[in-house]
């Protein structure tokens, strides 16, 4: 089974393989495991969860204009809180730099915090920020005509590749895929490495 994080389809990836009329149980086994196992990678390697989802989470009240969110890009706000009370979303604005998790606030969101030292300044801001957000990309897995892919091409691109790649090795290597096993992937995958993946990888990462 696909995981949630999938990031292509077993069938986008036979294609890919060349493999699309192929019906094959065990070929769709390896096939998927290492959708799987490389799609969990990529998103370990971002930072984020690169899935379409929605989130309830608590900020520091750092009295910033600039709110960040764990996740991205925003696709919507549901509602944010500052001391249980809703902000009118008027006031605040995500249109420009949701897509790198950023709600925006003139007057700048709430400041509190702990006090400490002679100046009793604020030291330790206190998370009581609350956001209800959905955040994240339409997966090729879940894409409908009405609801498409938003999954960057050039994301799913990079998991072909290196599924691709680890694929090849994985058949040209001594013991094939007749003898296929987790730890086959695990030693090749991770031998498979390239600065070129990194280099993709780092445009959606928050660095």
Do not use: C
Not at 32 to 45: F, G, K, V
Not at 109 to 117: I, M
Not at 127 to 153: C, F, H, M, S, W
């Amino acid at each position: 089974m696909l995981a949630d994080n999938a990031l292509t389809t077993v069938e986008r990836m036979k294609m890919m393989l060349g493999l699309p009329d192929t019906v094959d149980e065990r070929t769709d086994m390896i096939v998927e495991l290492l959708i799987n196992r490389i799609s969990a990678w990529i998103e370990r390697q971002t930072g984020r969860h690169l899935g379409k989802k929605e989130y309830l989470q608590w900020y520091d009240a750092d009295g910033q204009q600039e709110l960040v969110t764990d996740e991205y890009p925003i696709i919507s706000v549901e509602y944010i809180k500052e001391r249980d009370k809703i902000v009118d979303p008027s006031r605040y604005d995500y249109s420009q730099n949701g897509n790198v998790g950023v709600i925006y606030r003139d007057e700048g969101w709430l400041k509190a915090g702990y006090r400490r030292g002679l100046a009793y300044d604020i030291v330790a801001p206190k998370r009581i920020i609350e956001v209800k957000y959905t955040a994240g990309y339409v997966l090729p897995k879940d894409a409908t005509k009405r609801n498409p892919q938003t999954l960057p091409a050039d994301l799913e691109g990079l998991l072909w590749d290196m599924v691709s790649q680890v694929y090849t090795n994985l058949q040209n290597g001594s013991q094939g895929l007749s003898s296929f096993t987790i730890s086959d992937v695990t030693w090749v995958f991770d031998k498979a490495q390239n600065s070129e993946w990194m280099q993709l990888i780092n445009l959606y990462r928050r660095l």
